[in-house]
């Protein structure tokens, strides 16, 4: 049956020789490769569930009354969006799991995303010849942050009202286009009865697409350059060790996609997650205490959080608080990303093509640098529950915002030193792991 | 002649290949039951854990089964493939130019065709970007003022009316202009403060009648209704991002993100005992822009 199969196929196509290279073609091993390969998966999730939940969803925002089985609501005014997603949730058959496996999915594709940078970056595999696919990785991270948000601020419950709220007010800010640029994104002023519809849109189709396609170019790019690899015996700059794609390499990776797709499936019918019914409707004048935002949202909103009451106003013009935290430091984070490829290469002048990956200690500055910045949106990220950690704890909210304003500062230049010190250390005395590397070499890294 | 290590690690190597087989064997058939169940549970009206678990079993088999396979029964290489240099040779590289080139003999105005080109491509651009202005309403004056007017009764969500009864001392209540309970834009907090304690703020003489304050609920920070109220130490406080207003002030920001004060919006009781507003709140309600103090 092959044999007619790969006939026919040569017959008609001419791909025999394609195929043989292709299906011959050697991955690495590397556990660490996998991260990858689970954002992409994550993706696929997203899409099968995805499909399902909009053949559901309705994006408007016209007044209807709730008269499905969720009692505590019965009766009550809400928008079709949010009506639509408590029928998903409540009267549509496998419709609630279909939802929690699509939130959780979409938490694990980001979180899989910012997991595949970091390895990317402390193994110095975004060097030349890989600029380009760094550049689509750090573009697909904006564009599922991005779709993240558009994606659960559509039921139009009350948490996510107030987070599309607080996205008005973050394009409000921005100089001299803000009040524009909020009019035309929302269709007024907030709350605009377009958003619900428009970020449908956005989020089922136009990012989705754009996600897919940046995907096929990650990639066809991926594939024309083959992988990197770590330094080993027998492993060179001019060839690649591993399994080849068919089928060990094939079948690992179909097991994979399935052992993501079950987590998620677990994920999704045993925790809850986003409980739109215990927020109710969206209403303007309430707001939902605590209010956290998904996960990767974290590093803003706590940025928002910390960004001390100060703003710029001169000649009757004012640049407001929140533009600072929610579009300057986003707009850095993200440049200073895209371009770190080649920062990197004009500070090291090292304009060579790499296919052997470095070890973190390999680069201590790099190594050190990066763990800096981690620990930089890590504090964010905790501030962002300023209000619950003052609960917790029993002390006032600006205490302890407080000390995280001392702790966003303070504390990655001091990882980032102690990082530097490790890195000097581990590379000097020629361990091999890391409980290795005798205690002397940390203290005096020269000798 | 085989030696008897040999034999030894063949045998072990046929058991160990025996028990992968009856573990893919397994894993795959807890999937298919896996997967009936799901139906079986589905057809029955569904139940939201039973099918997340069914539905991670049945997946979760085949994922462990092809994992095996994989990994035990598949030829494990390493395999080594060489990795040619990415680009080609400078021959081809000058050829790739010249193919770009296109026309080796230009005409003698190429660049001045491909300046009107430019011209027109961008034009074109430029006219492209319009629609984008379908997109919403000129923002004008919108930004500047809400729905209170003078004699504008205060009611609460239901449209109900208020007297000076309807409020304890320490009391608040979120209140609209009557009509327009839907706008967001004038959502206003009115807290009922002991007369002896409140005194109005230079400018803002009479605008707290018999004790009864009235500030934009719209955070001058991000937005947010500033929904808590904590009466011992008279403040309003942002659940969003934690912003503090003290209410004896004029609702200065004391602690958190937010530069201004809540909008105070006067206050007064008609004829008929309503709590009513006396104007419109004299600036801009809710967070910052541009040219907020344009006037």
Redesign the interface.
């Known amino acids: 049956m092959i044999k007619r199969f790969v006939r026919g196929m040569d017959e008609r196509l001419g791909a025999s020789s394609f195929a043989r290279q292709a299906l011959?073609?050697?991955f690495p091993?590397h556990w660490s490769f996998m991260i990858g390969e689970i954002a992409l998966y994550a993706f696929v999730i997203l899409v099968l569930t995805g499909v399902f939940l909009s053949l559901f969803f309705e994006g408007s925002t016209g007044e209807v009354v709730y008269q499905g089985s969720y009692e505590p609501l019965q009766g009550v005014e809400v928008s079709q969006a949010y009506n639509s997603v408590m029928e998903l949730s409540f009267d549509v058959?496998?419709g609630?799991?279909m939802r929690?496996?699509h939130h959780w999915a979409a938490l694990l594709f980001i979180a899989a995303m910012v997991v595949h940078l970091c390895r990317i970056f402390f193994t110095g595999a975004f060097r030349k010849?890989r600029e380009i696919n760094w550049i689509i990785g750090v573009t697909l991270l904006l564009l599922g942050i991005f779709n993240g948000f558009t994606g659960y601020s559509l039921p139009d419950d009350l948490l996510s009202g107030?987070g599309l709220?607080?996205a008005?007010?973050?394009a409000?800010?921005?100089?001299?286009v803000?009040?524009?640029t909020a009019?035309?994104?929302?269709?007024?002023?907030?709350?605009?009865e377009?958003i619900i519809g428009r970020l449908l849109v956005v989020h089922i189709m136009i990012v989705p697409a754009a996600i897919g396609g940046l995907i096929a170019a990650h990639l066809a790019i991926l594939w024309?350059?083959?992988h990197t690899d770590f330094p080993a015996p027998?492993r060179t700059?001019?060839?690649?060790?591993?399994?080849?794609l068919w089928?060990?390499?094939a079948?690992?990776s179909?097991?994979?996609?399935?052992?993501v797709?079950?987590?998620t499936?677990?994920?999704?019918?045993?925790v809850q997650i986003n409980p739109v019914w215990l927020y109710g409707p969206f209403r303007?004048?309430?707001?939902?205490?605590?209010?956290q935002p998904d996960w990767y949202m974290g590093w803003v909103e706590g940025a928002?959080?910390l960004?001390?009451?100060?703003?710029l106003?001169a000649f009757?013009?004012?640049?407001?608080?929140?533009f600072y935290?929610a579009v300057l430091l986003p707009g850095i984070t993200f440049l200073l990303l895209y371009a770190w490829p080649f920062l990197e290469a004009r500070f090291t002048k090292d304009l060579e093509?790499h296919?052997l990956l470095n070890r973190a200690r390999d680069h201590p500055a790099r190594t050190a640098l990066g763990a800096a910045t981690l620990t930089f949106y890590t504090v964010l990220f905790f501030a962002a529950s300023?209000?619950l950690i003052a609960k917790l704890l029993e002390v006032r909210?600006?205490t302890v915002?407080t000390i995280y304003r001392i702790l966003v500062l303070g504390l990655p230049p001091v990882v980032g030193y102690v990082v530097f010190r490790l890195m000097k250390g581990l590379l000097a005395s020629g361990a091999e792991r890391f409980t290795q590397m005798p205690l002397s070499a940390v203290l005096h890294p020269r000798r | 002649m085989t030696e008897p290590n040999e034999i030894d690690d063949a045998v072990t190597e046929r058991n160990q290949q025996k028990a992968a087989v009856r573990w893919i064997a397994i894993g795959f058939s807890v999937s298919a039951c896996a997967s009936l169940a799901l139906a079986v549970v589905y057809f029955l009206g569904g139940q939201p854990q039973l099918e997340g678990t069914l539905l991670a079993i049945a997946l979760g088999g085949i994922a462990v089964g092809l994992g095996l396979w994989a990994s035990e029964l598949l030829p494990k290489g390493p395999f080594v493939e060489g990795r040619k240099s990415l680009h080609d040779t400078p021959v081809d590289r000058h050829e790739a130019e010249e193919a770009f080139e296109g026309d080796p003999e230009p005409v003698e105005r190429r660049g001045f065709l491909l300046k009107m080109l430019g011209a027109a491509v961008a034009a074109l651009g430029v006219a492209a970007l319009f629609p984008i202005r379908s997109l919403g309403v000129r923002p004008g004056r919108e930004l500047y003022k809400t729905h209170w007017t003078p004699g504008a009764r205060a009611v609460t969500r239901a449209g109900t009316p208020l007297t000076v009864n309807d409020l304890d001392v320490g009391g608040l209540l979120t209140v609209f202009p009557e009509g327009h309970v839907d706008a967001a834009d004038s959502q206003t907090i009115v807290i009922r403060l002991d007369e002896g304690e409140y005194e109005d703020p230079p400018g803002r003489e009479g605008w707290a009648p018999q004790g009864f304050v009235g500030y934009s609920k719209i955070c001058t920070h991000a937005g947010c209704p500033v929904g808590l109220y904590q009466q011992e130490t008279r403040e309003l406080f942002c659940p969003c991002h934690q912003s503090v207003f003290k209410v004896l002030e004029g609702a200065e920001p004391t602690a958190g993100p937010a530069t201004r004060p809540l909008p105070q919006l006067p206050l007064g009781f008609d004829d008929d005992g309503y709590l009513v507003a006396t104007g419109d709140f004299t600036e801009p309600v809710g967070p910052g822009f541009w040219d907020r103090d344009r006037d």
């Open positions: 011959n073609k050697v091993d058959r496998a609630l799991v929690q496996i010849p107030t709220r607080i008005h007010s973050i409000l800010s921005v100089p001299l803000g009040t524009w009019f035309l994104a929302f269709g007024g002023e907030f709350p605009a377009d024309r350059q083959k027998g700059e001019t060839n690649v060790v591993g399994s080849k089928p060990t390499y079948a690992k179909v097991s994979l996609f399935l052992a797709f079950a987590v499936a677990l994920l999704g019918g045993l303007p004048e309430q707001v939902s205490s605590p209010a928002l959080r960004m001390p009451a100060w703003e106003r009757g013009f004012e640049i407001p608080n929140p935290p093509p296919h300023n209000d909210v600006e915002t």
